[in-house]
């Protein structure tokens, strides 16, 4: 008989200072990998696309601008002007908000707000924690990523990056 696993309140695999926690990786599933976020007050993962993963995005706490569609324009710098061809724009969803993201869809998120916000990411096939390792290892140094090697890090990882990331800053706590 098989057993299933739970993943207590807190509880997960820290993945650097990112503020990402792994649930449930490769190691539980060969289908999917579960992580919650804390996503920083100005992040701004960039708008980018996966050739073959799909994606699943769930507001817990705060706000996040989200975008999932062609653009009718692909612009380099600011995603968060684009629409697609059948009107559908950026939307700021707070919690409860899903965003899910099919193969090869071009997709953003962004925190606008002044205070973290917290989600749920779900991504199938499951791995994509050895990519979030390598991307939070490049973070962590001082200044804005390198993004000729920010590209090569997600070129590897089977993702094309449309517009740049831009790493948050940390909330003040008073």
Known sequence: MTEGMIVPAG????????GM???VGAEQS????????????GFDVGAHRHGEAEELFYVLDGE????????VVRTTGNWRGWTSASGASVIRGGPGSL????????HAFANPGDTPARMLF???????????QELAEMLEGDGPPDQEALVALRLRHDIEQLTPLVPGRRALLS
């Open 11 to 18: 509880a997960g695999e820290s993945i650097g200072s990112s």
């Open 21 to 23: 926690t792994l649930k």
């Open 30 to 41: 060969a289908r999917w990998s579960m992580f919650e976020v804390e996503v920083q007050p």
């Open 64 to 71: 996040l601008d989200l975008l999932a569609f062609e653009p």
């Open 99 to 106: 965003m899910f993201v099919p193969a090869g869809c071009p």
């Open 122 to 132: 779900h991504v199938a096939p499951s791995g994509h924690e050895r990519y979030l």
